[in-house]
C-alpha cells in the first residue's frame, strides 16, 4: 500500500542553524503533501503545505521542497529557535481520495540553546 | 481555517467501560476523521465521519469498538467501547477545511 518514510527520527541542532526534514513518498499519483508541528499534549499543527504543480513554497522561516520525478519533498526551517522544538510530521495524500493523509513516522526536533 | 475543540481533554477509565469523545468544529465542514496516537509514534485512522452516512472504518478497527455518530456538519463523537488498557492513548479528531486538514488538542485516555 501507499507509504510515507520520513528521516531523520531525531534532529538536533544549535539555535540559529538550519534544520532539513526529508520524506520519501510511494504513490506517484500523490498530489498534495502536508507538514504538521505537534507540541507536547497538542494536536499537529498544518504549518505548511505543498501541491504538486509547484516545486517549492516558502513561508518565512519554512520552505517546503518537492521533487516529483524522484518522489520526495522536504522541510526546511532557517535561523532555528527555541519554540521549534517539537515533533514534526509529513503526509501525502491524493486529493480525490477523500483527502486521507498518508503519515510519515515523524521526527523531534531539538534546538539547542 | 478551522477550529477543532473536544471533550474531554483526558480521561482516566476502568476496563470494561465505554468513554464517548466528543469533537465539535466552528464551521461546516464535509468530511470528519478520527485517529489514535500513541505515546512518541505517528497517527493511525480509524475512520472517516461523513454526515448522513455511515462511517468508513480503516483495517482493524470496526464498528463495535469504536461506534462513531455524525448527526450535523459541525460535530462528531467517537465511543471507545467495552474498553481495555490496550486502548490508552490519545485520540484525534481532525477535519478538513479545503483540502486541509485540521485538528482538535487530543483526548488522553488511560484505561486502568
Known amino acids: 500500500g501507499e507509504n510515507v518514510e520520513q528521516h531523520p527520527s531525531t534532529l538536533s541542532v544549535q539555535e540559529g542553524d538550519s534544520a532539513v526534514i526529508k520524506c520519501t513518498y510511494s504513490?506517484?499519483?500523490?498530489?498534495?503533501f502536508p507538514w504538521y508541528k505537534q507540541e507536547l499534549g497538542k494536536g499537529p499543527q498544518l504549518i505548511i503545505d505543498i501541491r504538486s504543480n509547484v516545486g517549492e513554497k516558502k513561508d518565512q522561516r519554512i520552505a517546503v521542497t518537492l521533487n516529483k520525478t524522484a518522489k520526495h519533498f522536504s522541510l526546511h526551517i532557517t535561523e532555528t529557535q527555541p519554540e521549534d522544538s517539537a515533533v514534526y510530521f509529513c503526509a501525502a495524500s491524493r486529493m480525490d481520495s477523500n483527502y486521507q493523509l498518508i503519515w510519515g513516522a515523524g521526527t523531534k526536533l531539538i534546538i539547542k540553546p | 481555517s478551522a477550529v477543532i475543540s473536544q471533550k474531554p481533554s483526558r480521561d482516566i477509565c476502568q476496563r470494561g467501560t465505554s468513554l464517548t469523545i466528543q469533537c465539535q468544529v466552528d464551521s461546516q465542514v464535509t468530511m470528519m476523521f478520527w485517529y489514535r496516537q500513541q505515546p512518541g509514534q505517528s497517527l493511525t485512522l480509524i475512520a472517516t465521519a461523513n454526515q448522513g452516512s455511515e462511517a468508513t472504518y480503516e483495517s482493524g478497527f470496526v464498528i463495535d469498538k469504536f461506534p462513531i455518530s455524525r448527526p450535523n456538519l459541525t460535530f462528531s463523537t467517537l465511543t471507545v467501547s467495552n474498553m481495555s488498557p490496550e486502548d490508552s492513548s490519545i485520540y484525534l479528531c481532525?477535519?478538513?477545511?479545503?483540502?486541509?486538514?485540521?485538528f482538535g488538542p487530543g483526548t488522553r485516555l488511560t484505561v486502568l
Open positions: 481532525s477535519a478538513n477545511g479545503g483540502n486541509e486538514q485540521f
Open positions: 504513490d506517484s499519483a500523490s498530489n498534495y
